[in-house]
C-alpha cells in the first residue's frame, strides 16, 4: 500500500460556492483510498482570497489576514470531510502529528492550513516528508509545470519530468514578474526538495484524471523526481 498525499487547491474544489466539484472528488478519493493510504490537505481558493481582501481594506494586518485564510481551508476542508462521510476521518486534523496518528485508522486523513505564512502547498510538502510518503501530488488549474504563465504567453513550455532544484529555478524566476501566478510557493519547493519525494503537478479539475495517474502511472503534468526516475506503478 503506497503512502499519498495530495494537495487539492481551494479553487479546484470550490470554484464558487455555487458551482461546487466536490461530487466528482467523492468516488475518486473513497477508490483510491481502497487501495492506498491517502492524505489530502485542502486550500482556501478564491474563497480566502476574498476575505483576506476584504480584511485588507479594514487595515488589517498580514497575520490576521493569515489566520482568516486558515479557517477558510479548514470550512473548505470539513465540506470534504462531510461529502466523504465514512471514508474520511470524522474531523479536519491541525498537525502533523495528529495526521500520522488519524492514519492509523484507514481512513482518508483531511486538513487545511495550520501555520500562519505558509501555504496549504507547503502544509502538504511537510506532511508529505512527515508520513514518508512514497507520492506528492498538486492538484492545480494548469496541466503541469511550464517556463512562463500558459495563461499570459502562449509560447510557454511544459516540462514532463525535472529535479525540484530546477522547478525552484523556474519557480523564482517567475515569482520575479509582477502578476504572475505561480503553480508552487518557494517554501513546498524547498520542502521537496530537501524530502526527495516524487511530486507530480497535474491539473486536478477533472479527477478521473487523477485516478487514472494513480491507478495507470499515465498523466498529463509534470513529475518532479530526484534522479529522474517515476514512482509507478505504486505498490497496492
Known amino acids: 500500500m503506497a503512502i499519498i498525499v495530495l494537495s487539492l487547491g481551494g479553487s479546484i474544489l ?14 475518486v478519493l473513497t477508490r483510491i483510498s481502497a487501495h492506498h493510504s491517502l492524505f489530502v490537505v485542502v486550500g482556501g481558493g478564491g474563497t480566502a482570497r476574498q476575505y483576506i481582501s476584504l480584511a485588507r481594506s479594514f487595515d488589517a494586518d498580514d497575520a490576521f489576514s493569515d489566520e482568516l485564510g486558515i479557517m477558510v481551508t ?3 476542508a470539513t465540506l470534504l470531510v462531510g461529502a466523504l462521510g465514512k471514508a474520511a476521518y470524522p474531523g479536519v486534523v491541525e498537525t502533523h502529528t495528529e495526521a500520522l496518528c488519524a ?3 484507514g481512513k482518508i486523513v483531511i486538513m487545511g492550513g495550520i501555520t500562519p505564512g505558509q501555504t496549504t502547498d507547503a502544509v502538504a510538502a511537510v506532511l508529505a516528508e512527515r508520513v514518508q510518503a512514497d507520492l506528492f501530488i498538486n492538484l492545480t488549474a494548469v496541466d503541469g509545470i511550464y517556463s512562463a504563465d500558459p495563461r499570459k504567453d502562449t509560447s510557454a513550455k511544459r516540462y514532463d519530468i525535472m529535479t525540484a532544484s530546477e522547478l525552484l529555478g523556474v519557480v523564482i524566476g517567475q515569482q520575479a514578474v509582477a502578476g504572475v501566478n505561480t503553480v508552487m510557493d518557494i517554501v513546498a519547493v524547498k520542502m521537496v526538495e530537501r524530502c526527495g519525494i516524487p511530486l507530480l503537478v497535474m491539473d486536478g479539475r477533472d479527477p478521473t484524471q487523477l485516478e487514472s495517474a494513480i491507478k495507470t502511472g499515465r498523466y498529463t503534468g509534470t513529475l518532479v523526481s530526484p534522479d529522474g526516475k517515476s ?6
Not at 14 to 27: A, F, G, T, V
Not at 231 to 236: G, N, S, V
Open 14 to 27: 470550490l470554484p464558487e460556492i455555487d458551482r461546487p466539484n466536490i461530487k466528482p472528488y467523492i468516488s
Open 74 to 76: 479548514r470550512l473548505n
Open 103 to 105: 492514519a492509523e485508522t
Open 231 to 236: 514512482p509507478f506503478p505504486l505498490q497496492k
